[in-house]
């Protein structure tokens, strides 16, 4: 019988990285004239930021992809005896957290990176806010998921 650590765990394990991106969204719009000031103080290039989220979430969504697929289709080794293991269920239903959110990052990138918003004005706050959410989201979605590959090899790979 699972204890209540043991649930607790598990409902963080599965919510930390949209709470993670919800929280970050939240603070950089409600911080927003700050990052600003900020920003401009010490010549920090938004742009680059844009650019390497963006280039950063379509690798990574890629790799992941590629390894979705091939997980999905492999049923010799240790990937096909551990077909019904939870860590199995869970690394897929991981992965698959992890290529929405890196889809979603490197879409709310482009806009960002063509608009290459000054943050002195609410909606470009805002839109910094909602990009910079998508990024910790998808950063956090991807090192889940790979921790979690890890812990799948670890437990099946002996």
């Not at 991106?21 to 920003?39: H, Y």
């Not at 979603?104 to 909602?130: K, N």
């Amino acid at each position: 019988m699972a204890t209540l650590l043991d649930r607790t765990n598990k409902l963080f394990e599965g919510a930390y990285p949209h709470c993670a991106g919800f929280v970050a969204a939240g603070l950089a719009i409600w911080q927003g004239s700050e990052i600003a000031q900020a920003v401009a103080a010490h010549s920090l290039k938004l742009d680059q930021a844009y650019s390497g989220v963006f280039g950063l979430a379509s690798v990574l969504t890629g790799f992941l992809f590629t390894f979705y697929s091939f997980v999905l289709t492999t049923d010799r080794g240790f990937l096909g005896k551990a077909r019904s293991s939870i860590y199995l269920r869970r690394t897929s239903s991981f992965t698959v957290t992890a290529l929405v959110a890196g889809t979603v990052a490197a879409l709310v990138s482009l806009p960002m990176m063509i608009w290459q918003p000054v943050l002195t004005s609410t909606m470009a706050r805002t839109a910094f806010g909602i990009w910079f959410g998508t990024s910790i989201w998808a950063i956090l979605a991807f090192e889940r998921a790979a921790r979690l590959f890890i812990i799948f090899c670890n437990r099946h790979n002996r």
